[in-house]
């Protein structure tokens, strides 16, 4: 049940109350005055034997009420603006909260008082002073989201570009090639420039996604996960496996999977000790995409910054999909378990 809103009184009923209040208040202290005066002038003539004619209480009756109306107008005067002095006190209140507003300070709240039109006022001083607050915190967050997409997605672009220069000092090293090799190295490289076109498509574009339904993505994973291994087979011993109780389908954007295993590519690449295996498997957990790769860590040594980079992208993308990313090493042995539930 929704609260009814109060009904607002009008600032000037509120004003015109006091005035009235202040009125009926004077008025009885001038009754007072006058009433109880000439009491306690009776009171002194009749105990000290003083006679007065009509005309002496004529004069002492004018005499009360002079005293009394100049007694009762003071009293109004000072009723009034003791009473109207809280209104003008908050006026004031709510001027140092829009002074405060306008200086760029938006955590500053005005005190609600009374139901009238200095409350919607102050109400919507502390709206406009909300609203700038979170405005001021959006534009903080996507300013540094957006600086996060750079960051991540300039170390994406490194790596297929890494790749190309792989590729092109090996053709370099190579005397003679025969065109089945040409052929074969020039595929890579046109495969590398085309992610990195898309890559820089999405910085350009402020990281615009762009998934799409896949009814057997079962396909989509083993493909990038040939992928995987076409990169490393050379190097590394390979260990794959895929657990897939049947096929699966869902949404994904491909450039955002290759992107995922590009970087376990070039972490394996740089921090895994050749000469013990590498594990990639793949399987189905809950509705969603469990991927999971383990490696030695060469020598010990701890990641670099380049190393974080390429989790926190991987995270990212994870993100996207409402999974999570779990990475860590234990007794020189490195695993990273991506999960990717909104499928």
């Not at 509120?14 to 009125?23: A, D, N, P, S």
């Not at 990195?196 to 339904?213: A, C, M, V």
């Not at 509705?287 to 383990?294: A, L």
């Amino acid at each position: 049940m929704t609260e009814k809103p109060r009904r607002r009184r009008k600032l000037t009923h509120e004003l015109l109350g006091l005035v009235c209040l202040c009125l009926v208040l004077s008025f009885l202290l001038y009754l007072f005055i006058t009433t109880f005066g000439r009491v306690l002038i009776e009171e002194h003539c009749f105990q000290n034997d003083i006679v007065m004619d009509e005309f002496d209480w004529y004069d002492v009756d004018n005499t009360l009420r002079g005293v009394g109306f100049a007694v009762s107008a003071v009293f109004f005067t000072i009723m009034f603006f003791a009473l109207f002095g809280e209104r003008l006190a908050y006026i004031r209140k709510i001027t140092a909260g829009v002074e405060i507003l306008r200086d760029g300070n938006y955590g500053k709240r005005v005190e609600l008082r009374g139901r009238n039109e200095l409350t919607e006022l102050a109400e919507a001083v502390n709206y406009l002073s909300e609203s700038e607050q979170k405005l001021k915190e959006k534009e903080k967050r996507l300013y540094k989201e957006r600086e996060e997409l750079i960051r991540t997605l300039s170390h994406d672009i490194r790596t297929p570009l890494t790749s190309i220069m792989s590729y092109t000092e090996l053709l370099n090293q190579k005397e003679t090639l025969t065109a089945e090799e040409q052929k074969e190295y020039l595929s890579l490289v046109a495969k590398k420039t085309e992610q990195i076109k898309k890559l820089t498509d999405i910085l350009l574009d402020g990281g615009h996604r762009e998934p799409s339904f896949f009814e057997d993505a079962r396909l989509l994973f083993e493909q990038l996960a040939a992928e995987f291994e076409g990169e490393l087979e050379d190097d590394f011993a390979l260990l794959t496996a895929f657990s897939y109780a049947r096929a699966f389908s869902g949404n994904f954007d491909v450039e955002e999977l290759r992107r995922i295993f590009d970087n376990l590519i070039s972490n394996v690449k740089k921090y895994a000790e050749p000469s013990a295996s590498v594990e990639l498997s793949i399987s189905q957990k809950d509705g969603g995409i469990v991927i999971r790769q383990s490696n030695r860590i060469a020598n010990n040594k701890p990641p670099s910054e380049s190393y974080k980079m390429g989790l926190y992208s991987i995270r990212r993308i994870a993100q996207n999909y409402g999974g999570t990313v779990e990475a860590h090493d234990e007794n020189g042995t490195f695993e990273i378990i991506i999960t990717l539930s909104n499928i």
